[in-house]
């Protein structure tokens, strides 16, 4: 996992100190930084473009990831759940609840990220970034793994570490970090491809050529559609992010690796966000009924009708024409 310098730390500590400190108003200075100096926000539709931006819902993953990659990591700076109570007064960030305020400009700036569409394979001669905007409920949910058993490390959350690279999944993507030799310096010295179905990465020799460095089947079809790569050359690292066509969990990552995952020790918990639109709105309408009952008001369903009702209540021939309405009268079975 990567350290925060001492440069960075500080930096940190600064936004921090101007935002209250209040956790929300200090994540509205990060992201209305990466809104004025990044590309992060603005939406591609052309998933093979040399422009900027990200494909849709693609910028929400990533910081989604980032949230979960800490989540279960625990922090040495504070105690533990259990001695909360005797815990000495330190400093906290509060919250406050506020309406945050929309944002509609697109900044200018590009990232070296490729996408490539279902026909095509990703090539390092292109280099645009992906983003949305979605509103989703609560998250629940948390990972780590690493095989053969669980890891507490968001880079290996219910995936693997080998010489050469780190892997993490959920159940409908995968995140894969490859070590490159420190001769690397620049993506002019790579060759990616990524396909539905394979991964291959070429590294350019003294002599010009390209040598295979990293060569493998994915062990499911992936969406290459929803699927980017970027390379680091402060960390020497390339990011590959791939979105799996079925939601299933991995055993390995390439069909070729010898080793597999015990899948008896992942963490299968689902992400509230990974699940389809339908069953969002659903999960969300149960809890609306929940609430409502809670309250003693009518349910969803109830509202809509008692409105039918109410609509017809005055309607021609019906017997309770000119009274005032009064849903009590009518028997709803």
């Not at 105690?79 to 609840?97: F, G, L, V, W, Y």
């Not at 990220?113 to 998250?139: F, R, W």
Request: glycine share 4%; aromatic share 8%.
């Amino acid at each position: 996992m990567q350290e925060l310098g001492e440069d960075v730390q500080r930096a940190l500590e600064f936004v921090l100190n101007r935002s209250g400190p209040d956790i929300l108003t200090f994540l509205e200075l990060v992201f209305q930084f990466l809104h004025q100096n990044t590309d992060f926000y603005h939406v591609t539709s052309d998933p093979v473009s040399r422009g900027i931006g990200f494909q849709q819902g693609v910028a929400e993953k990533i910081v989604q990831r980032a949230f979960f990659k800490f989540k279960s990591s625990p922090n040495p700076n504070l105690p533990p759940a259990d001695s909360d109570k005797n815990a000495t007064s330190r400093p906290t960030i509060q919250t406050q609840e506020r309406n945050p305020e929309p944002t509609s400009s697109v900044p200018d700036a590009v990232c070296e990220e490729v996408v490539a569409s279902a026909s095509e394979t990703l090539t390092s001669s292109q280099s645009p970034m992906t983003s949305s905007t979605s509103g989703t409920p609560d998250v629940s949910s948390s990972r780590d793994a690493s095989p053969p058993r669980v890891q507490q490390s968001g880079d290996t959350f219910n995936g693997g570490r080998t010489d050469k690279y780190c892997w993490a999944q959920t159940q409908n993507d995968a995140d894969i970090k490859i070590t490159l030799p420190l001769n690397v310096t620049n993506k002019s010295q790579l060759k990616v491809q990524l396909t539905g179905a394979k991964l291959s990465v070429a590294l350019r020799s003294e002599s010009g050529n390209f040598d295979e460095f990293i060569s493998g089947d994915f062990f499911s079809k992936v969406s290459t559609e929803d699927s980017c790569w970027n390379f680091d050359s402060k960390k020497r690292e390339l990011h590959v992010f791939v979105e799996k066509l079925q939601p299933i969990w991995w055993k390995k990552l390439f069909v070729q690796d010898e080793t597999e995952l015990d899948m008896s020790t992942l963490d299968t918990t689902t992400n509230l966000h990974d699940l389809p639109a339908e069953e969002q709105a659903v999960i969300d309408r149960l809890k609306y009924d929940d609430l409502c009952k809670k309250k003693g008001l009518p349910t969803s369903q109830q509202q809509q009708t008692q409105e039918i009702l109410r609509k017809a209540w005055n309607a021609d021939g019906s017997p309770f024409a000119g009274t005032e309405f009064d849903p009590s009268r009518v028997n709803i079975s």
